[in-house]
């Protein structure tokens, strides 16, 4: 074989194998890089978080009951507190000196009525003195008629006998209106003695009010007035009527807001984790109390129904939740963060949440079949089909075929939502490969694409091949 030949043969094979090259990593060029991951069977926790401020169940603005200057207070802020404690003391000399007025008019009365009793039992002593002279008289009166029949008296003797008798009638009659008279007395003067009892009463009750006390045992949270200034009565929310605010700190809540695409849940009874920011690295067990069912606008707080304006903005829903084992280190108003365990689900079949992407089934299919590539026969027909495509959410699953990989799109249907992981209910089975990232990527990926796998970590700016 002359040199010519020899030169040409291996211009050729170089040439040849150029061109295989070439094209080798043409198609390495063509395939898509993606993040994968496999769906997996785990517990699956959903939580809901809310923020908002640690308040006791119970409180009250404890008032002003009388006018005047207050003379002692007992208490400061943070004190706390027992049923019945006396916590203030407003200026009482009024008060007191009406009360020892009355007391001296009550035991006058009772004075008069031990008098009135006294006469009464004279009174019914009389009557019995009346009652045996009238006897006596009888016996001479019916003594005096059988003597005066028989003629054996003289008339004038009878008529002293009759006359007697009729005197110590008389007498008798006399003596019971005078007892009956005394009976009287003596009910009037106790109706008077009752009466002055309850003026006392009342004016015990206005000497009281002059002492403000605990209601119940509580943390004295709020201490607005002080010694030496006057308070006035009645006056809700004003200045100088509110003497201190008690809380009962035995059941502590905190009153958090949610989202409301959160707060459809949310229900009575489920567990929640407290954090408070004060206490950091403690956690106080509580569950839910109560769920609002009043939208409140989240710039203002005020509820949707009370607002006048129509303006459309993010809301919240208020939630209670109720602490399990509330500790002394809690004050009313620490800001709070309470997360909410709506769902708890073990063994739970799993995929990262972003791998879901939302396509139409029938348009995969036929991107399945031919690599990724719409057929142009498809492409004009659908130029002028208006209609919208029936679109669903799914995953990409990884297919290896004659020794390439490639992504199929697989509708699924999911349930709970936790923080990064979603429930597959149906389309998957435990050990399937998917599609998880990158977010560029998913977005414009198709069924019937070749991919090679890139599970390392996303560089801020780098770019995806596609």
């Given at each position: 074989?002359?040199?010519?030949?020899?030169?040409?043969?291996?211009?050729?094979?170089?040439?040849?194998?150029?061109?295989?090259?070439?094209?080798?990593?043409?198609?390495?060029?063509?395939?898509?890089?993606?993040?994968?991951?496999?769906?997996?069977?785990?517990?699956?926790?959903?939580?809901?978080?809310?923020?908002?401020?640690?308040?006791?169940?119970?409180?009250?603005?404890?008032?002003?009951?009388?006018?005047?200057?207050?003379?002692?207070?007992?208490?400061?802020?943070?004190?706390?507190?027992?049923?019945?404690?006396?916590?203030?003391?407003?200026?009482?000399?009024?008060?007191?000196?009406?009360?020892?007025?009355?007391?001296?008019?009550?035991?006058?009365?009772?004075?008069?009525?031990?008098?009135?009793?006294?006469?009464?039992?004279?009174?019914?002593?009389?009557?019995?003195?009346?009652?045996?002279?009238?006897?006596?008289?009888?016996?001479?009166?019916?003594?005096?008629?059988?003597?005066?029949?028989?003629?054996?008296?003289?008339?004038?003797?009878?008529?002293?006998?009759?006359?007697?008798?009729?005197?110590?009638?008389?007498?008798?009659?006399?003596?019971?209106?005078?007892?009956?008279?005394s009976i009287a007395q003596t009910q009037s003067q106790r109706a008077h003695v009752n009466q002055a009892e309850a003026s006392q009463r009342s004016n015990y009750d206005a000497l009281d009010k002059t002492i403000s006390r605990a209601p119940f045992d509580a943390l004295v949270t709020n201490v607005p007035v002080r010694e030496g200034e006057t308070v006035v009565v009645g006056i809700q929310n004003a200045e100088g009527s509110?003497?201190?605010?008690?809380?009962?700190?035995?059941?502590?809540?905190?009153?958090?807001?949610?989202?409301?695409?959160?707060?459809?849940?949310?229900?009575?009874?489920?567990?929640?984790?407290?954090?408070?920011?004060?206490?950091?690295?403690?956690?106080?067990?509580?569950?839910?109390?109560?769920?609002?069912?009043?939208?409140?606008?989240?710039?203002?707080?005020?509820?949707?129904?009370?607002?006048?304006?129509?303006?459309?903005?993010?809301?919240?829903?208020?939630?209670?939740?109720?602490?399990?084992?509330?500790?002394?280190?809690?004050?009313?108003?620490?800001?709070?963060?309470?997360?909410?365990?709506?769902?708890?689900?073990?063994?739970?079949?799993?995929?990262?949440?972003?791998?879901?992407?939302?396509?139409?089934?029938?348009?995969?299919?036929?991107?399945?079949?031919?690599?990724?590539?719409?057929?142009?026969?498809?492409?004009?027909?659908?130029?002028?089909?208006?209609?919208?495509?029936?679109?669903?959410?799914?995953?990409?699953?990884?297919?290896?075929?004659?020794?390439?990989?490639?992504?199929?799109?697989?509708?699924?249907?999911?349930?709970?939502?936790?923080?990064?992981?979603?429930?597959?209910?149906?389309?998957?089975?435990?050990?399937?490969?998917?599609?998880?990232?990158?977010?560029?990527?998913?977005?414009?990926?198709?069924?019937?694409?070749?991919?090679?796998?890139?599970?390392?970590?996303?560089?801020?700016?780098?770019?995806?091949?596609?």
């Amino acid at each position: 074989m002359s040199a010519k030949k020899i030169i040409l043969v291996v211009v050729v094979v170089l040439v040849l194998a150029g061109i295989v090259i070439g094209t080798v990593v043409h198609n390495r060029a063509n395939v898509t890089k993606v993040a994968t991951g496999k769906a997996v069977h785990q517990d699956l926790v959903s939580i809901v978080s809310g923020t908002g401020q640690i308040k006791p169940k119970t409180y009250v603005n404890v008032g002003a009951t009388a006018f005047g200057r207050i003379t002692h207070l007992y208490v400061k802020e943070g004190d706390h507190v027992k049923k019945g404690e006396v916590l203030a003391q407003v200026e009482n000399v009024q008060p007191t000196a009406t009360v020892a007025a009355q007391q001296a008019a009550i035991a006058s009365s009772k004075t008069d009525v031990a008098s009135f009793l006294a006469a009464e039992k004279t009174a019914e002593a009389n009557v019995s003195q009346a009652k045996a002279d009238l006897e006596q008289k009888d016996l001479d009166f019916v003594r005096a008629q059988a003597l005066y029949k028989d003629q054996l008296i003289a008339k004038q003797d009878f008529d002293s006998k009759k006359a007697a008798y009729d005197m110590a009638v008389a007498t008798l009659a006399q003596r019971q209106a005078a007892l009956t008279q005394s009976i009287a007395q003596t009910q009037s003067q106790r109706a008077h003695v009752n009466q002055a009892e309850a003026s006392q009463r009342s004016n015990y009750d206005a000497l009281d009010k002059t002492i403000s006390r605990a209601p119940f045992d509580a943390l004295v949270t709020n201490v607005p007035v002080r010694e030496g200034e006057t308070v006035v009565v009645g006056i809700q929310n004003a200045e100088g009527s509110t003497l201190m605010t008690l809380a009962d700190m035995s059941v502590i809540t905190a009153e958090v807001k949610v989202d409301e695409t959160d707060i459809v849940n949310v229900a009575l009874n489920q567990p929640v984790d407290v954090t408070v920011d004060a206490l950091p690295g403690k956690v106080f067990k509580g569950h839910v109390t109560e769920v609002g069912d009043q939208a409140l606008l989240r710039t203002t707080g005020i509820a949707t129904s009370q607002s006048t304006t129509g303006t459309e903005e993010a809301k919240d829903f208020k939630v209670i939740v109720t602490l399990d084992n509330p500790s002394d280190e809690l004050r009313p108003g620490l800001s709070a963060t309470a997360k909410i365990t709506t769902a708890n689900i073990p063994n739970a079949l799993t995929i990262p949440i972003q791998a879901l992407v939302q396509r139409d089934p029938a348009a995969e299919k036929l991107l399945e079949k031919n690599n990724g590539k719409m057929p142009t026969s498809v492409v004009n027909a659908s130029t002028s089909d208006t209609s919208k495509p029936q679109v669903v959410q799914g995953v990409y699953v990884l297919r290896e075929e004659h020794k390439r990989l490639r992504v199929v799109f697989v509708p699924v249907t999911t349930g709970v939502s936790g923080a990064t992981d979603i429930q597959v209910l149906s389309g998957l089975k435990a050990g399937d490969e998917i599609v998880t990232g990158r977010y560029k990527v998913l977005r414009t990926l198709k069924s019937g694409t070749t991919v090679k796998r890139d599970n390392t970590p996303e560089v801020a700016g780098a770019t995806d091949n596609s």
